[in-house]
């Protein structure tokens, strides 16, 4: 859409926004479908005992009526975001988010629902981000438009092809904690699985901030590049690798400064757990000094639509190389092998990461013929 409006295409824009709606509507349906009358079968498979059964059907007893709202607020964050609105989008999560936390509060103990209170607070707070971001149709800078969409089969596939790198990498964040809860219990034992526990907590806040970075570069990005206003982009990618870099080895440089305090954050730490703790976490902690680099450059060519190459740097960062160096390593070298993982996953990435983008932006750069480009 964004790329439409850059080369001043409006109706072509809205056409992309509205075939991304009808498309996002159809997933919705189905996600409703299935956690409206499947939930009880959903939570088992998930894990939940006889116990834990009854409160989790409680839990979604409420959250199933308000499902469409989850994918629909992440669908009109990312579009405000490319209609001049950022900052009606974030104060929509931000107000969502804190009446959940100060209403889990409030349901759950001040009116003592217990779960059905966090559920409700979870349900309002959701409700609020999207009324909040639903002003934005109201209002006099709204752009977006429904428009009859031509060619919708070929959009939606055109869509979901260019999305296809984000979701890889948030599939691949649960699959590769499934193969590093494994691999720990299999080599290293149950204190050094409560560690990883903590690393894992602390990366999925790390990775949040470097899909913030990303976000906010998209938006500019992609305009520039269907207005072929090159130099702005690539003044966007330098600001971008600098911030990317900052942020990297302040990340790894704070984690591994208080990693006691960090752990003991999470849990009640014993001698032993912290002791592994400053030998495993002060390893893992290292990859976030390319973490967010990677991630911003996989952003990059999601923004200038080359998909293919967005996709295979998820999937090497997030299910390949990882992989294969989390089930290879410790056999060569021991248990203790397994932290290095998202270290030299990390490494190998961002070679590949910087390697990529020296190629197109000199393809990108060549292609710019007009001075009025620059």
Known sequence: MSNARGKNEMESA???????????????????????FFHRQLLTFFGADEILLPLAEQYVSYLKYVVPLFPLGMFLGAFLRNDNAPNRAGSAVVAGGIFNIFGDVFFTFTLNMGISGAALATCLGQIISVVIML????????????????????????????????????????????????????????????????ANSVALIVQTVAYGIGNASQPIISVNYGAKCFGRINETIRIGITITGIFGFVSAAFTILFLSQITKLFMDATPEVLEIANFGLRIYFCSFVL???NIFISYYFQSIMKSKISTILSIFRGLLVSSI??????????????????????AIVGVMSAVLLKKVVAKVNTACQSPDNH
């Open 14 to 36: 809205n056409s992309w926004f509205t075939s991304s709606l009808i498309g996002i509507c159809a997933v919705i349906v189905v996600l409703w479908g299935i956690i409206f």
């Open 135 to 198: 002003t934005h149709f109201t209002s006099q800078n709204n752009t977006l438009r429904i428009v009859k969409p031509i060619n919708l089969p070929r959009k939606i596939m055109k869509v979901t092809a260019i999305g296809f790198s984000a979701f890889i990498t948030d599939l691949c964040f649960g699959v590769l904690a499934v193969l590093f809860n494994t691999q720990i219990m299999r080599y290293l034992g149950t204190a050094a699985l409560a560690v990883y526990g903590v």
């Open 291 to 293: 973490l967010y680099f």
């Open 325 to 346: 160096i989390i089930l290879c390593l410790p056999m060569i070298t021991g248990g203790n092998a397994i932290w290095w993982t998202m270290p030299i996953t990390e």
